[in-house]
């Protein structure tokens, strides 16, 4: 199980990576265990949700986080990079499913509207826990409405990922 924090990529459903959570045997320890992103098909009309809206909604159970080093857009037929301008990891918060059938556990990311960096890109994006607060979201200390904020402008850094060789220079 890869446990460093890497990019986030949202055209990667059914994919499995590493979540942090309340241990299910002792709720005073943090465990980190490997979950499928997206949730069971079977049980919703055969469709996997990967994201769950922010707003209106309260989280008592079941919160997670994915550590992620930064977190790809999907725009028409470009792909871009969001990541902090301070270089440092953030955490996705999320919910997690138990196992059901077949199918593993799995997670959901928890989005909120854009900040002003990535609106011009996409409407919603992953709600970030700073580190700081990664504890709070973890224990349920603090309410869902005291973390699950836009993030301030100027936090992230968008580039475009060619994914087509660039031609430098010509030949004859």
């Given at each position: 199980m890869n446990s460093k924090a890497i990019p986030f990529d949202s055209d990667a459903l059914d994919s499995r990576r590493a979540i942090i959570r309340r241990s299910l045997d002792d709720a005073q320890e943090i465990e980190m265990i490997e979950a499928v992103w997206g949730s069971n098909p079977r049980f919703n009309d055969g469709v996997?949700?990967?994201?769950?809206?922010?707003?209106?909604?309260?989280?008592?159970?079941?919160?997670?986080?994915?550590?992620?080093?930064?977190?790809?857009?999907?725009?028409?037929?470009?792909?871009?990079?969001?990541?902090?301008?301070?270089?440092?990891?953030?955490?996705l918060a999320a919910v997690w499913e138990p196992p059901m059938g077949d199918r593993p556990v799995s997670y959901r990311i928890i989005t909120l509207d854009a900040n002003s960096d990535v609106i011009r890109y996409q409407a919603r994006h992953g709600a970030i826990i700073e580190r700081?607060?990664?504890q709070k979201w973890l224990d349920f200390s603090v309410p869902e409405e005291e973390l699950l904020l836009t993030p301030p402008a100027g936090i992230f850094l968008i580039e475009e990922i060619l994914t087509k060789p660039v031609q430098t220079s010509m030949a004859f």
């Amino acid at each position: 199980m890869n446990s460093k924090a890497i990019p986030f990529d949202s055209d990667a459903l059914d994919s499995r990576r590493a979540i942090i959570r309340r241990s299910l045997d002792d709720a005073q320890e943090i465990e980190m265990i490997e979950a499928v992103w997206g949730s069971n098909p079977r049980f919703n009309d055969g469709v996997s949700y990967e994201f769950i809206r922010s707003e209106g909604r309260k989280f008592p159970a079941s919160r997670c986080l994915v550590a992620a080093s930064e977190f790809y857009i999907r725009n028409a037929d470009r792909k871009f990079r969001a990541f902090r301008k301070d270089g440092n990891f953030f955490y996705l918060a999320a919910v997690w499913e138990p196992p059901m059938g077949d199918r593993p556990v799995s997670y959901r990311i928890i989005t909120l509207d854009a900040n002003s960096d990535v609106i011009r890109y996409q409407a919603r994006h992953g709600a970030i826990i700073e580190r700081r607060d990664a504890q709070k979201w973890l224990d349920f200390s603090v309410p869902e409405e005291e973390l699950l904020l836009t993030p301030p402008a100027g936090i992230f850094l968008i580039e475009e990922i060619l994914t087509k060789p660039v031609q430098t220079s010509m030949a004859f």
